[in-house]
């Protein structure tokens, strides 16, 4: 194995202010998200289900895949 180099510390640069977003702001995004998730509730079923019956092992295999990255992103953002 190549050890990897030194490069300094991180690049990223802090904010000099932390900018919250307002309670109307918050709720503004909630409303959006449940508004599109109930325009779209049938065609995403349906959608999943023609993914399920293409391929049903690859597609359980996947979703698993996804579903452990997606925790494992959880995780470590925690």
Request: proline share 8%; charged share 30%.
């Amino acid at each position: 194995m190549v050890p990897r180099k030194r490069l300094g510390p991180s690049p990223t640069i802090p904010p000099k202010e932390v900018i919250r977003t307002t309670e109307e702001e918050k709720e503004a995004q909630i409303r959006t998200v449940a508004n599109v998730q109930q325009a779209y509730a049938e065609e995403g079923k349906g959608a999943l289900r023609t993914v399920q019956a293409a391929s049903p092992d690859l597609f359980r295999k996947q979703l698993t895949q996804v579903m452990f990255e997606v925790g494992g992103q959880y995780r470590r953002n925690m």
